[in-house]
């Protein structure tokens, strides 16, 4: 019977065949990584058409800036440092333990399993492969169902760029990604909603598979009086409107000093109509993913609304959208938003931007301290200080000063959540590391002081209080 399971673990049987006859050296896994930067070129134009589609409508631009360049530049990094991330590292030993000689090397895992999320369909899988691949692992990986296209694109890829025993893709539901986080795998790299999370994380429970999860959260942007507000909001407002506000870090609603929201509704209307002059038609304003989506997005604002907030639609020309143009979500503005509306209870997802009003820098910070960690922080201030003082009193899984998004994009920066936005973090050298193990090797010598260690301790007990005395020096 060919279930998901079956087939599943006969691919992983296949893979993990393959690594036991011998992990991938550096100069393989150099030439897997130049082989899927040739495999994206191939198929960039049918990568764009396939995000488009599956969005019903993906601006290219953003395919290329915050999908394609990253991959790339992802791919150049690895390659380029790969030699010294795999270099023998030797650390000093104990003076009990001299002359023995110590080093550590970071070894494969073996078969890694990648579990993507729609929203960045062709980032998030492969970028996570990229890593696992540089550690020099085999790699399975699970697109989203939800951008299935994308999905069957990122298949043909992978079948042109690798060994099917070396690097494999497997499409299909949910049932399909339930499936796969049951498997034995040596690791499992999961992004997506932190409701999925636990059961992924459930699942490779059952089996001790080590999980890194990338998962989503409400991340606040924080502008201080000081800062200057067209600046900050430039900012705030391009990312969340990239991809529509559909980006894990994308900032989920705002922290403004009371008094300043008139001003802030109308230099937010001129930025965004500089942005986008309209929105039905024009090829820049991404799409809603799904019908499902776009109609929780609408449940949001009308539950806010019913609940008292002041509902600002800023989207430029048109009044309001007609759903025969799209799943457009024109970008929106909420003021006066309280913890009894769903839209400050759940990740939003789109382009709806709560701004909440505050009187003092405590008053914010303890706003945001009350609630779960979030995965992205963004504090806009040139004020040193106060920059330490807000770094120091909160947690997150990253943040940016001054701007949003681009912590994600450093090569030698960790990216990864904290408590309920994941665990783990991948990117550059630690994305080589959490798909490695970091194995200590310990070498004795011919002639070697531990020989002392050992029965009829009644004659060697003056060693022990020796070592005892040096040691609680
Ligand atoms: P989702 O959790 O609904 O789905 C993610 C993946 O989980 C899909 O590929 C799906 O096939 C799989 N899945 C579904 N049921 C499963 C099960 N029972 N067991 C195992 N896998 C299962 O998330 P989504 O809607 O695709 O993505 C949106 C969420 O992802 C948001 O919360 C967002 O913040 C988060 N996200 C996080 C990051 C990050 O890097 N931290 C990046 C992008 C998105």
């Not at 060919?2 to 599943?8: D, E, Q, V």
């Not at 394609?68 to 010294?84: E, K, N, S, T, V």
């Not at 339930?178 to 999370?197: E, I, K, M, N, P």
């Not at 800023?314 to 025969?324: K, L, N, R, T, W």
Request: hydrophobic fraction near 45%; charge should be positive.
């Amino acid at each position: 019977m060919n279930t998901p399971t079956t087939s599943l673990q006969a691919q992983l049987d296949t893979m993990r065949a393959a690594f036991a006859r011998g992990a991938p050296d550096r100069r393989q896994r150099q030439r897997a990584l130049l082989g899927l930067a040739r495999a994206l070129r191939t198929h960039q134009e049918a990568l764009l058409q396939a995000v488009d589609a599956d969005f019903g409508g993906r601006a290219h631009a953003e395919t290329l800036l915050l999908e394609l360049f990253p991959l790339h530049d992802q791919i150049r990094h690895a390659r380029r440092h790969l030699r010294g991330w795999m270099r023998r590292r030797r650390v000093r030993s104990p003076w009990f333990l001299l002359p023995a000689k110590a080093f550590y090397e970071y070894q494969p895992l073996g078969v890694a399993g990648i579990i993507g999320a729609w929203n960045y369909p062709i980032l998030l899988t492969l970028g996570p492969a990229i890593d696992a691949i540089a550690a020099g692992n085999h790699v399975m990986i699970k697109p989203s169902e939800l951008a299935p296209r994308t999905a069957t694109v990122i298949a043909r890829i992978v079948d042109d760029a690798f060994a099917p025993e070396q690097v494999a893709c497997v499409n299909g539901g949910a049932d399909v990604a339930a499936a796969f986080s049951d498997l034995r795998l040596d690791h499992l790299f999961f992004t997506g909603s932190t409701r999925v999370g636990h059961l992924v994380m459930q699942a490779a429970a059952r089996n001790l598979t080590p999980v890194t999860l990338e998962l989503g959260g409400k991340s606040p942007a924080i502008i201080h009086d000081s800062f200057d507000l067209e600046r900050a909001l430039a900012r705030i407002l391009t990312a969340k409107l990239m991809n529509a506000g559909q980006t894990c870090v994308a900032p989920d609603y705002v922290l403004l000093p009371a008094g300043r929201e008139a001003e802030f509704e109308a230099l937010a209307r001129r930025i965004v109509a500089a942005m986008y002059p309209g929105l039905a038609g024009n090829a820049d304003y991404t799409h809603i993913v799904n019908d499902a989506h776009h109609a929780r997005l609408l449940a949001l604002v009308d539950d806010a609304r019913a609940q008292g907030a002041r509902v600002v639609d800023i989207g430029p020309g048109e009044e309001g959208v007609s759903s025969a143009q799209g799943r457009i979500v024109p970008p929106t503005l909420l003021f006066g938003t309280t913890d009894a509306m769903q839209v400050m209870q759940e990740e939003i997802f789109g382009p709806l931007l709560p701004v909440v009003s505050y009187r003092t820098l405590d008053e914010a910070i303890a706003y945001v301290n009350d609630r779960p960690r979030p995965l992205a922080l963004y504090y806009f201030d040139d004020h040193r200080g106060r920059q330490d003082e807000v770094l120091a009193r909160t947690r997150s899984g990253g943040v940016t000063l001054n701007d949003c998004l681009y912590h994600l994009a450093q090569h030698n920066l960790p990216f990864g959540g904290v408590g309920p936005s994941g665990m783990g973090q991948y990117h550059g050298f630690d994305g080589f590391v959490t798909f490695s193990k970091k194995r200590p090797v310990m070498v004795q010598r011919r002639l070697a002081a531990t020989a002392l260690l050992r029965a009829p301790w009644a004659q060697r007990q003056w060693l022990l209080n020796v070592m005892l005395r040096i040691a609680s020096r």
